[in-house]
């Protein structure tokens, strides 16, 4: 398993529940999370067949800003 790290602007718990059918989709429950008491809100996905471009593509696409860490 690989971790990506990436800032992103998912700062609550309302951001979290919009982008989670998508991160769920592509990363699967449970292997991704967001630590919003983090400043640059950090996102943390492990996977083994993702890479951090279509971590990226997913995130945008579910209207959030996103960059890596």
Known sequence: MKTLQFKTNINCGGCIKAVTPTLNQEAGAG???VDTANP???????????????VVKAVENAGFAIQPA
């Open 31 to 33: 292997n991704w999370q």
């Open 40 to 54: 640059d809100k950090i996102l943390t996905v492990t996977s083994d067949k993702l890479t951090a471009d279509q």
